[in-house]
């Protein structure tokens, strides 16, 4: 409790940071026109921090409504086993929400640089106060890191913390905006990639059991659902064999052509009433499948877009040193496209719980 209040702090006060530090570079002026323009990126930052923190939400609901299906009557023949199953997507879903708050922050941090480095570099002015001001942001970005109560992240970023503070002493001494870019860059890939690499444990995790949920559901179903959908494939059967009957009768109309006429209606009506207790659980059933389904594409969108954010951001270094723009379009595709299956996921949920 004391390492997620502490983490919380830093995160607090680095927000303060960002807010002071932006309104002291919009003070600045100079004239250096070949920096690029960084807002671009750190607006697609922000999509993207909007993103994760939606994301896990909706991830954290598939899970839930997997479960809600496996809830059986105590006759079910595998109630001890779908009730583990059950309370397993329950923690997953739990552990989904409480993992989200942690990244949401991890994000925040990333949002809160972008949004400093994109008023540093829009002030021009190649300052001393402004070069330090961007050693600080990359120190104040690694300490966020390092405060993490995700294991994982924090661990690899004692590092982290070590490589901000020699290379926040190098900006400092160059007395060089664009020289003190390339040097934040290091800190600012090591980062990404210790995101990158909690993404990519948080994609598998969700992937297997989106995977296994099909079997879950499946036995969930029972024996009820599977003596049904039996007494459907053999009422399909008859009436396939009904249907020839009848064309081969077609040239006679005789006592024969109406009891199979007659059978074919019975199957019909056998059919329509089996179809009419099957449909919903199955329409049921697929929208829980392609709500986890889509949370699996989540995490791989998400994945994807951490390793776009860390290139955007070597490329901002080299724009810095030899003139041009930032590239941030497969960024800005990516949060859009993890903004769209969020969106789905929630009109299906909708759908599923009646509106």
């Known amino acids: 409790m004391f390492a997620v209040r502490s983490f919380s702090r830093r995160v607090s ?13 919009s003070l600045l002026v100079g004239g250096c026109a070949e920096l690029p323009d960084v807002k671009p990126f750190a ?20 899970q839930e409504q997997v479960a809600s ?80 109560p995700i294991p994982a992240v924090a661990g690899g970023a004692i590092d982290l913390g070590k490589l901000a503070l020699a290379e926040a002493i190098k900006m400092k001494a160059s007395r060089d905006l664009r020289k003190g870019l390339e040097a934040a860059n290091p800190v600012v890939q090591r980062a990404a990639e210790l995101l990158l690499a909690d993404a990519r444990d948080l994609h598998k995790t969700v992937a297997t059991k989106a995977h296994a949920a099909q079997a879950a559901i499946n036995l969930a179903g029972g024996e009820v659902y599977t003596r049904q959908r039996r007494h459907m494939g053999r009422l399909e059967g008859r009436r ?31 059919l329509s009433a089996a179809r009419a207790a099957v449909e ?41 040193r030899e003139g041009g723009t930032i590239n941030v379009r497969r960024l800005v595709e990516l949060a859009v496209q993890a903004k769209d299956i969020i969106e789905k996921m929630e009109k299906a949920k909708e759908a599923k719980n009646g509106g």
């Open 69 to 148: 299906l496996l809830e059986v009557p105590e006759s079910h023949s595998a109630k001890a086993a779908l009730e583990e199953r059950r309370e397993e997507y329950l923690a997953l879903a739990g552990s989904i929400r409480t993992e989200g708050e942690h990244r949401a922050a991890l994000m925040r941090a990333l949002t809160d640089y972008t949004d400093a480095l994109a008023a540093i570099v829009d002030a021009s002015d190649n300052a001393q106060g402004n070069v330090n001001a961007l050693a600080d942001s990359v120190v104040g970005l690694a300490s966020v890191f390092q405060a993490s």
């Open 13 to 25: 006060r680095l927000r303060s940071w960002r807010l002071l530090l932006m309104g002291a570079a």
């Open 240 to 270: 396939v064999a009904l249907l020839k009957t009848l064309n081969d009768l077609a040239s006679d109309v005789d006592i024969e052509t109406h009891n199979a006429s007659d059978d074919l209606l019975k199957v019909e009506a056998a």
């Open 280 to 320: 919903p659980i199955e329409r049921e059933r697929d929208q829980v499948l392609g709500g986890v389904r889509k949370a699996e594409r989540l995490f791989a969108t998400m994945e994807e877009a951490v390793a776009a954010w860390g290139k955007a951001h070597a490329d901002l270094t080299v724009a810095a």
């Open 43 to 62: 607006a697609a930052t922000l999509s993207l921090e909007k993103s994760v923190q939606a994301g896990f939400e909706a991830s954290a609901g598939a």
